[in-house]
């Protein structure tokens, strides 16, 4: 299954906006994955990401 995130995180006092699409077996390893992605590549704690929506896409 594959999975749309929406939301923003904090980085320093601004703002980012994101969309991620993550294929993943169900929607909490989804979120999992994206905490991973995001913590790894802009060196953002759990804590300053925030998923304002989720949708499951169709492939």
Request: no cysteine.
């Amino acid at each position: 299954m594959r999975f749309l995130f929406r939301g923003w995180y904090e980085k320093g006092k601004r703002k980012i906006k994101f969309t991620k699409e993550i294929e993943a077996e169900n929607e909490k390893l989804a979120l999992e994955k994206l905490y991973s992605i995001l913590g790894s590549n802009h060196k953002v704690k759990r804590v300053k990401i925030h998923v304002e929506g989720v949708e499951k896409v169709e492939a």
